[in-house]
Nanobody
């Protein structure tokens, strides 16, 4: 059974940093592309970042490019999202997602992922 568990969310002031983690179990993690998505109240879930199975390729939404960094440790079956220079508009529930994907790149659309975590709240105060 695939399980993705996020951690690291919380309350931070604008300009601060947080690091989210997503631990995977029940999968061959090194064969999975991983992504982070977020959803603010009354909005649709949106893409944040993705990383391919090896970690060699990463993709970012324009809104977080240069501030967020996605990385992975296949030995620990964990993907991370380092978030710097946080803004109030980054406030959302952040979800980890995974899909078996060995094509070399990584999906950036939520419908392409078939495994999801429960989400972790990130709140950025002005």
């Amino acid at each position: 059974q695939v399980q993705l568990v996020e951690s690291g969310g919380g309350l931070v002031q604008a300009g601060g940093s947080l690091r989210l983690s997503c631990a995977a179990s029940g999968v061959t993690f090194s064969a999975y592309a991983m992504g982070w998505f977020r959803q603010a109240p009354e909005t649709e879930r949106e893409f944040v970042a993705a990383i391919n199975f090896s970690g060699a390729r990463t993709y970012y939404a324009d809104s977080v490019e240069g501030r967020f960094t996605i990385s992975r440790d296949n030995a620990k079956a964990t993907v991370y999202l380092q978030m710097n220079s946080l803004k109030p508009e980054d406030t959302a529930v952040y979800y980890c997602a995974g899909v078996r994907f060995l094509n070399g790149d990584a999906p950036v659309k939520s419908r392409q992922y078939n495994n999801w975590g429960q989400g972790t709240q990130v709140t950025v105060s002005p």
